[in-house]
């Protein structure tokens, strides 16, 4: 495998073997060497291979090793030509983040902070298996599939304004109900309103820096006020929408398939009927995470008021990490219509975007890019650079640097706890194993992260948030 650098943080992988197109990695001169990124580097060569890929594969600055595509991995395909790929999405299916402003300066949050951190801890369930007392029968949950954070707006979970403020308004059009088993219903069941384990968190925020004064007032965004910070998916129903495709597309799709340099690549031509029920199922699972960022929304607005009656929460934005979507894209001076994937990557359109809703357009679209716990988080726009360079697309995170067992060989809870105490961060979680897990020494630098993107053009940063409270599956 080639590697040329291109920029001072770009590079590409030159087209070799089977690859059908380039592939390109935006990283600087000390992560490309390292072994950890050359892993994720063969997998976006193996990205490259696949059928329809348009111009190159991309890979972000916090690239790290997924299930077939890379976390950080973009993909954009002809849509005649093309194929999806849940590879490509990712089990967690618009596992993403939302941001909230409250009206409340930091310094009168900070003595009340542990008793907040207690009523969102018992206002919202986290962990693995994590349930509400409300089930939710397959004719509810197809309504949530067809109209997303709308249904939990409709239901009493929220203000209408609320849904100006997320990507596509919360709602993906291309549903199909039917093509959800009922095995993914059951799941998804008692799951919403519910945060999850691993990577989800809840924060509390403090607004440390504004590095773009005009946008952050704007966004509603005060130097030294609080913010909330929501990062969670579809919970068992989207798991369980990608388990039965991927089986499927196995199944039925065995010459297709029958080339794959990696078999967890499987894949389906994009306007086979088995790509077209995938796609439609998938956008179902897209609603049902906003809705269920919608519905934590509230459970939060709750406990905030619980402690600080009359406090005011006000959602900037809410973004997917884990998505593929049907978007218009200018290619050698053609204007295509490509099914994007992005797996742990958020989309970055710049301003004067007609995708973008009315109060964005002039703006660019948000960006909410969370560090890893204990550390910063960023709220940044898009550009038109990322439109050009990356399908209007920048990183997601901090990207892990040790795996999950490899964190819980080095590291102890009481590392973590003392780490955390010495930073003055309130911590609460459902799991011991997952604080480990989710330790900082466990994740790039975000700083770094976020520095390479806005170098490379592909955002620009706008404020800089700093954890005040953790709350954990």
């Known amino acids: 495998m080639k590697i040329r650098k291109l920029g001072k943080y770009k590079w590409m992988i030159e087209k070799e073997g089977n690859m059908k197109v380039p592939a390109v990695i935006f990283t600087d001169e000390e992560s490309i060497e390292s072994e950890e990124l050359q892993n994720a580097a063969q997998q976006i060569a193996n990205v490259a291979t696949l059928s329809g890929i348009v111009r190159y594969a991309v890979a972000m600055p916090d690239i790290h090793w997924g299930y077939g595509f890379p976390i950080g991995g973009v993909a954009a395909f002809d849509t005649d030509e093309g194929i999806i790929s849940p590879g490509g999405v990712g089990f967690d299916i618009n596992c993403g983040v939302r941001l909230l402003t409250v ?24 962990g693995v298996g994590s349930r509400r007392h409300e089930r939710y029968p397959k004719k509810v949950l197809e309504q949530v599939c067809l109209k997303g954070a709308q249904w939990a707006v409709e239901e009493g979970f929220g203000q209408e304004e609320d849904l100006q403020h997320i990507e596509d308004g919360g709602r993906l059009k291309e549903v199909d109900p ?95 009927p088995v790509g077209q029920r995938y796609y439609k199922a998938m956008c179902c699972a897209a609603n049902y995470a906003f809705a269920n960022r919608q519905m934590i929304t509230y459970y939060v607005r709750q406990a905030f008021a619980s402690v600080f009656p009359g406090a005011k929460l006000k959602v900037v934005y809410d973004v997917a990490h884990n998505v593929a979507k049907v978007e218009e894209h200018e290619v050698d001076g053609e204007r295509l219509k490509l099914v994007v994937h992005r797996k742990g990557a958020t989309r970055a359109f710049g301003p004067g975007n007609s995708t973008l809703s009315g109060i964005f357009r002039n703006l660019g679209q948000p960006v909410l890019i969370p560090g890893d716990m204990g550390t910063a988080s960023y709220v940044l726009l898009g550009t038109k650079e990322a439109e050009k360079e990356a399908f209007g697309t920048t990183a997601h995170g901090a990207g892990r640097r040790l795996g999950r067992k490899e964190a819980k060989r080095r590291l102890s809870l009481s590392q973590v706890m003392k780490e955390m105490r010495e930073r003055k961060i309130v911590v609460r979680s459902a799991s011991k194993g997952t604080l480990i897990e989710e330790a900082p020494e466990a994740y790039k630098d975000v700083d770094r992260v976020v520095e390479i993107t806005e170098a490379a053009g592909l955002s620009k940063r706008v404020v800089r948030l700093v954890p005040l409270a953790v709350i954990k599956g």
């Open 103 to 126: 009206d409340i300066p930091a310094d009168e949050i900070l003595p009340k902070l542990e008793l907040l951190a207690d009523a969102i801890f018992r206002s919202v369930p986290v």
């Open 178 to 272: 039917d093509a959800v088993s009922d095995r993914a219903y059951e799941r998804g069941s008692d799951e919403l309103g519910t945060l999850g384990s691993g990577n989800h968190f809840m924060e509390i925020q403090r607004v440390e820096r504004v590095y773009d004064r005009e946008a952050a007032v704007f966004l509603g965004i005060v130097e030294n006020t609080v913010t909330v910070m929501i990062h969670s998916g579809s919970r068992g129903f989207g798991h369980q929408i990608a388990t039965d495709y991927i089986t499927l597309m196995r199944n039925q799709l065995k010459g297709h398939n029958a080339d794959l340099p990696d078999r967890q690549l499987i894949n389906a031509p994009f306007r086979h």
